[in-house]
């Protein structure tokens, strides 16, 4: 992700696409895999985004590769095509599974951080990068629970996948923020555990909390301790790109202008606004 190095970016959403299309200095977006047809006409937002150089990222949210089952191949077939009508430097998924003996979820749900589960990530992971022509990068999701078999932290799960199998990090800042403050833990003990230097790109996004639980949203403002979280990692380690995650619950322009602007600010990177 050269293109983008060190930049703030955005999701592309069809609500949001003419507060996107007029950014000045935007030069990196990610928009979700399965909202784009694979080879019917792109959305013209989108296509205007591509044409003028912006680095556009596929995220995809259900091949469920925590699944036990293996990876549909259609779904990444899909992935793959819409990469390639993007011309993406790469593309991105969750650590995470949907759907199992053919019922799905609706929601991006937590495996058990076990061996076994490693080896059911890793085969999946695997199966995805046998059909795609791009790197892809891995998310760790925020989890409300953890499994009462777990063998390994997050940090040694993570690093273990993807060591095994090459992939990127998409750390989302985010996330580590609503664990930590979940399981009472320090998230910059969390952040130290992770194999930053794997990080691709990084989400951040706001959330709330309900019932004494933090719930990563991503249709609330970015709180400080997050932007601070994105102070801490940019002093570790300098990603490629941040991104600004908002799917829903769409505030005035002058509000997303203002969340961006305090990404850069955090990271001191340049704005896009």
Not at 33 to 48: F, N, R, T, W
Not at 117 to 140: F, G, H, W
Not at 142 to 162: Q, S, V
Request: charged share 25%; glycine share 8%.
């Amino acid at each position: 992700m050269t293109a983008t190095a060190y930049s703030v970016g955005i999701g592309w959403r069809p609500e949001i696409a003419g507060f996107v299309a007029g950014l000045p200095g935007l030069r990196f977006a990610e928009v979700v895999a399965e909202s784009v047809h694979p080879h019917g006409d792109l959305p013209a937002g989108l296509a205007e985004l591509r044409d003028r150089g912006v680095a556009i990222v596929p995220h995809g949210v259900k091949l469920s590769l925590g699944g036990a089952e293996p990876v549909e191949p259609a779904r990444v077939e899909h992935l793959a095509a819409v990469a390639g009508r993007l011309r993406a430097p790469l593309v991105s998924e969750h650590i995470a599974f949907v759907r199992a003996n053919g019922l799905e979820a609706g929601h991006l749900l937590p495996i058990p951080r076990s061996r076994e589960a490693v080896d059911a990530v890793v085969a999946n992971v695997k199966r995805t990068q046998a059909q795609l022509s791009v790197p892809i990068a891995l998310e760790p999701i925020a989890a409300l629970f953890d499994w009462p078999d777990d063998e390994l932290d997050e940090g040694a799960f993570l690093t273990e996948i993807l060591r095994r199998t090459g992939a990127l990090l998409l750390l989302d800042v985010a996330n580590v923020y609503a664990n930590a403050r979940n399981r009472g833990t320090d998230p910059l003990a969390l952040l130290d555990r992770l194999p930053l230097e794997r990080v691709a790109y990084v989400h951040v996004a706001g959330g709330a909390e309900h019932d004494g639980v933090y719930h990563d949203t991503h249709t609330d403002a970015v709180p400080k301790p997050v932007l601070d979280l994105v102070a801490a990692l940019c002093e570790r380690v300098r990603p490629p790109a941040l991104m600004l995650e908002r799917d829903g619950d769409y505030p005035p322009a002058a509000d997303l202008r203002e969340e961006l602007d305090a990404i850069a600010k955090a990271s001191g990177y340049p704005a896009v606004t």
